[in-house]
């Protein structure tokens, strides 16, 4: 059965997600009432994905799109469907994800790690390259993209069916302004066992986003020391949270040097 452009595709057999909280409501979600350009969706017990399929003629690439908003709220808009319109534009089938939150951090890791599983268990229906499936966060995403891509032996959740036994590792990772991934200085959050076998990284941070601009440092430094490919770019300017939006500072220009890169390193070429 061919699955709809633009449905959303549970990631879990209903009643089955783990660390589910004993009589929450189940619940796709609300919007916050805005106060700014900015989508916010909050109180989500039921994660899902929304595909986005890229047109093309054969298996397109693909990623899973992790909005931010400090694990509280999902950025929707700038860092949610404006993405996938851009990975849309450039060949790319984009997967959103709406992960379990406010304050879910253990479920929305399941979340992202079974959404990672099921796409590439999917791949053929979906029309989706089982090789070229990367993930892509910003903020709060952005250090749950980080933890997808550095699980370690230990499971995340009991496996609940077929689809538990596919890898969910991503085979590249973007890593938009993250946060928490750095603990005293430049070290590492423990978390995060960076190893020769993480995804190759494409990452962008600001010098004015506060103490967050050592969570791409330490990152950065951490992949080096394990050989792992990186691709780092520090702005003196471009703040937090801008995703999409531009907003004139030399930060504006981070999807043009994204896909630049997708191209060099993960594609290899510049047509697909």
């Not at 929450?24 to 899902?48: A, F, K, W, Y």
């Not at 595909?51 to 690439?61: N, Q, V």
């Not at 538990?164 to 750095?182: H, K, N, T």
């Amino acid at each position: 059965m061919k699955t709809e452009a633009f449905a959303d595709l549970p990631i879990w057999p209903e009643g089955l997600e783990p660390f589910a909280e004993p009589a929450e409501t189940r619940s796709l979600g609300r919007l916050v009432d805005p106060t700014d350009e900015i989508d916010r969706l909050t109180d989500v017990t039921v994660p899902s994905l929304t595909f986005c399929p890229a047109s093309g003629k054969g298996p397109r690439p693909a990623v899973l799109v992790c909005p931010g908003g400090g694990y509280s709220i999902l950025a929707w808009n700038h860092e949610g469907t404006a993405v996938a319109a851009w990975l849309n534009a450039n060949g790319i089938s984009a997967f959103l994800l709406k992960y379990r939150c406010p304050d879910r951090r253990s479920a929305a890791k399941a979340d992202a790690v079974r959404a990672m599983r099921l796409i590439r268990a999917r791949a053929a229906e979906l029309n989706v390259m089982p090789d070229r499936i990367g993930i892509l966060g910003f903020s709060a995403g952005a250090h749950l993209a980080a933890r997808v891509c550095n699980l370690g032996a230990a499971p995340v959740y009991e496996p609940v069916d077929a689809v538990d036994a596919v890898s969910p590792r991503p085979d590249f990772s973007l890593l938009i302004y993250p946060a928490y991934l750095f603990r005293d200085g430049y070290a590492l959050d423990p978390e995060l066992a960076v190893s020769s076998s993480t995804p190759p990284v494409f990452m962008i941070q600001a010098e004015d986003d506060g103490d967050l601009v050592l969570s791409s440092l330490a990152y950065f430094i951490a992949m080096r020391q394990a050989k792992a490919p990186a691709e780092l770019h520090l702005f003196s300017r471009g703040g937090h949270g801008y995703g999409m939006f531009r907003k004139g500072n030399p930060t504006d220009v981070w999807p043009q040097l994204a896909m630049r890169w997708f191209e060099a390193d993960v594609m290899k070429t510049t047509v697909w």
